[in-house]
């Protein structure tokens, strides 16, 4: 078969442990899932669970033990952290009931789910979609996947982020609104999962503006930690 062009190289992340890394297929993004950013965002309540996609070119893998450096992007002056924890789909399917939702998982990993809140919250005043407020480029910082047999503590992990050293984010994944089994269960009922595609379920509050320069440090328990520098 030949291409008009040649194909972009397929985005993968490295997997702790192995050679072999994991190709991103889809990034599926999960709204408002932590009670207290829900209020902060000026919502209330276990709302039915919403999804936005980012593509998955918006990957930037930040390596254990590194730096992983992250342009500011462009049309925005309020640029937003969120940390979320990643869920890795392993195994295909849709209709996937949540008590067989562990049986898809691949393993897991921390990301940060980037927002120009600016573009973003114009678009919502406009009835408008928020893609460019949150599908853009770079958008995805993420490590290195943990396969889930490794982290079988997983739904009761800290999570945190820190900016410049100062603490911005934590929580608990437990306080999720939808927790990863039920999150599975809704997104398979919308889409057909495949092998590669990523889901970040949520940020906690303490969302806030970052600037060039600043270098974000994001955690989650027994997973590999992040740092990413905004140039």
């Known amino acids: ?42 919502f209330t309540g276990r709302e039915p669970p919403f999804f936005f996609m980012k593509p998955a070119d918006a990957v930037v893998v930040a390596d254990a033990g590194q730096t992983a450096r992250v342009p500011y ?8 952290h969120e940390i979320e924890l990643v869920v890795a789909i392993g195994k295909g399917g849709s209709n996937i009931q949540a008590a067989d ?25 406009q009835g408008r979609p928020w893609c460019i407020g949150k599908a853009f480029d770079h ?12 982290v079988p503590g997983i ?8 900016v410049n050293g ?14 990863i089994t039920e999150t599975i269960e809704q997104l ?14 949520g940020t906690p509050e303490g969302v806030a503006a970052v600037v060039r320069g600043d270098v974000l ?3 989650v328990d027994g997973l590999q930690a992040i740092r990413v520098e905004l140039i």
């Not at 739904?155 to 820190?162: D, F, G, R, T, Y």
């Open 73 to 80: 992007p462009t049309l925005t002056t309020n640029l937003h």
């Open 188 to 201: 398979s009922a919308a889409w057909t999962l495949q092998p590669g595609d990523l889901i970040f379920t």
């Open 139 to 150: 958008s995805a910082p993420i490590g290195p996947i943990t396969p889930a047999a490794q």
């Open 1 to 42: 078969m030949s291409f008009v062009f040649a194909p972009p190289p397929t985005v993968s992340i490295p997997v702790v442990g192995q050679q072999d890394r994991f190709p991103v297929h889809r990034i599926y993004c999960v709204g408002r899932n932590y009670e207290e950013h829900a209020r902060e965002m000026g």
């Open 217 to 219: 440090a994001g955690s």
């Open 155 to 162: 739904a009761q992990a800290e999570i945190s982020l820190q």
């Open 166 to 179: 100062q603490d911005r984010q934590h929580s608990h994944v437990s306080k999720l609104i939808w927790n």
């Open 101 to 125: 939702a562990h049986q898809h998982i691949y393993g897991y990993a921390v990301g940060l789910d980037m927002t120009r809140r600016d573009l973003q919250n114009d678009m919502k005043k």
